[in-house]
């Protein structure tokens, strides 16, 4: 069965940096759009960004400059770097896997910014 597992969130001060990984297994990773998104408490999911299998990417206007999604088809993985980061990227930030209509979701992982 298809699984997205994430990993790398945690507790950072303003400013600082984290690297998100998810790992997708039980299909052929180079054919899906991978994703990142992530829901703040009292707010709706909201797409951060994505990386097509060609490579195209696209990011939320808040986090452009600052994030970078990148991914290694090698190992099945999808990355996203965070930089500068700020109190407001606070969430619980969701992979996504997509082919045509199907999307599947990993569990989240947690990034709390605070001082």
């Known amino acids: 069965q298809v699984q997205l597992v994430e990993s790398g969130g945690g507790l950072v001060q303003p400013g600082g940096s984290l690297r998100l990984s998810c790992a997708l297994s039980?299909?052929?990773?180079?054919?899906?759009?991978m994703g990142w998104y992530r829901q703040a408490p009292g707010k709706q999911r909201e797409l951060v960004a994505t990386?097509?299998?060609?490579?195209?990417?696209n990011y939320t206007d808040s986090v452009k400059g600052r994030f970078t999604i990148s991914r290694d088809n090698s190992k099945n993985t999808v990355y996203l770097q965070m930089n500068s980061l700020k109190p407001e990227d606070a969430a619980l930030y969701y992979c996504?896997?997509?082919?045509?209509?199907?999307?599947?979701w990993g569990q989240g992982t947690q990034v709390t910014v605070s001082s």
């Open positions: 039980g299909t052929i990773f180079r054919l899906y759009t």
């Open positions: 990386m097509t299998s060609t490579n195209s990417v």
């Open positions: 996504a896997a997509g082919i045509t209509t199907m999307m599947y």
